[in-house]
């Protein structure tokens, strides 16, 4: 595992983690009461720094690197203080963008695929609707055949990026079939007629983040915005879900080290009965198994990228990645606000941001339950286990 990681890596962790530094952390108190940050800003930067692409062929404009160097990037990302931001960023590299990359042709990558790695435009990934969250093969949303064209019509909901994209990879049923069966992913334009956004979501935490509720009204795109073979859209978006996962809990990473150094920087600092907090045997033993469970979820981690740089199947691994990434998540920014005491339950310390902004890795991309289902079907569980 020691050869995962080169001084070109490092090169690229320095790059990064001095953006977050100069370009992110500065603007989240602004960007939060805001409810946005301003993705076509962000991302211009980001692009010019080529940090948009690092695994994306070179005739796009991309890195033309393995995928080690985006652990890398999500990982000092993780570390920023707006996380809502942050996930907007990985939506727009590791969500809206992989099956494009993929599966997409020439011509639809050139249009669309260029302009992303370079920041020029921002992206989505339109899944999720109202009545299907989690049960992917429930969606509704329709793109009828007419002629050259796609009609759609519906709705999706929970769309980070949703007010700001510039375009949508929209998963919509092109056939009558039902389950997974005649689904397909579609680039749309937000300019075109006919799609608006409905509303933002208030949400707990993320609150820089832009999440909205999409609407599709006879919206026509040309099937040649198709992504890949359609009917496939449901084998594409799975793929896609892979990448994901294993992307937001790469940003766990930086996120639960980045709480685990603030506890400790305050616990050093605060005093009580005569002495720092830190010395307090249950909690440096505390922060102890903490920081150990996060370096085995890092190991995980890194197995999966060396599995999905290698083209191997990481679904296995990926999922106890994002199923291990929501719990701890959940057992570090519990554990850090306690040892804040009550300042860690007031806006002005960051814990409490964190707090709340993290809850979301349970349920977003694929919730715990979710991946324990997908984990036991490998283990021969459940209710069809012989």
């Not at 899944?127 to 007419?146: F, K, Q």
């Not at 599709?216 to 978006?237: A, H, L």
């Amino acid at each position: 595992m020691s050869t995962l990681f080169t001084p070109e890596h490092e090169m690229l962790r320095q790059t990064a983690r001095e953006f977050v530094q100069a370009e992110l952390d500065p603007h989240a108190e602004h960007w939060e009461k805001n409810g946005v940050w301003p993705a076509h800003t962000v991302l211009k930067k980001m692009g010019d720094l080529g940090l948009l692409g690092l695994s994306y062929a070179e005739e796009y404009g991309g890195g033309g690197a393995d995928y080690s160097f985006n652990a890398v990037l999500l990982e000092e990302l993780g570390r920023a203080v707006p996380m809502g931001a942050t996930l907007g960023i990985c939506v727009h590299t590791d969500m809206a963008t992989p099956a494009l990359a993929k599966h997409g042709s020439a011509e639809l990558k050139q249009r669309w695929l260029v302009p992303a790695i370079k920041g020029e435009v921002v992206s989505a990934i339109a899944v999720s609707e109202p009545d299907a969250g989690s049960d992917v093969a429930a969606i509704r949303t329709t793109a009828v055949s007419a002629g050259d064209e796609y009609v759609i019509n519906g709705s999706k909901m929970w769309i980070t990026n949703g007010t700001q994209a510039d375009y949508l990879c929209l998963l919509a049923r092109t056939s009558e079939h039902g389950g997974h069966h005649g689904m397909s992913l579609i680039v749309v334009p937000t300019d075109t007629p006919g799609f608006s956004v409905s509303r933002t979501l208030e949400k707990l935490g993320l609150r820089d983040s832009d999440t909205a509720i999409l609407s599709f009204d006879n919206v026509r795109v040309p099937k040649s915005n198709r992504i890949g073979r359609e009917g496939m859209g449901f084998t594409y978006q799975m793929q896609q879900f892979q990448r994901e996962r294993l992307a937001m809990s790469l940003l766990s990473l930086g996120s639960m080290t980045r709480a685990i150094d603030l506890t400790k920087t305050y616990l050093k600092e605060r005093r009580a009965f005569g002495k720092p907090l830190i010395q307090n045997q249950a909690i440096y033993f505390a922060l102890a198994e903490l920081t150990a469970e996060v370096e085995a979820l890092r190991y995980l981690c890194y197995e999966c990228v060396r599995q999905y740089a290698a083209g191997q199947d990481m679904t296995r691994l990926a999922s106890m990645a994002k199923l291990k990434s929501g719990l701890l998540s959940r057992k570090v920014a519990d554990t850090c606000l306690q040892f804040h005491g009550g300042m860690g339950y007031v806006e002005e310390y960051p814990i409490a941001r964190y707090f709340r902004d993290v809850r979301l890795w349970a349920i977003g991309g694929g919730a715990d339950e979710v991946m324990m289902e997908v984990i036991a079907k490998f283990e021969g569980m459940g209710p069809k286990a012989r």
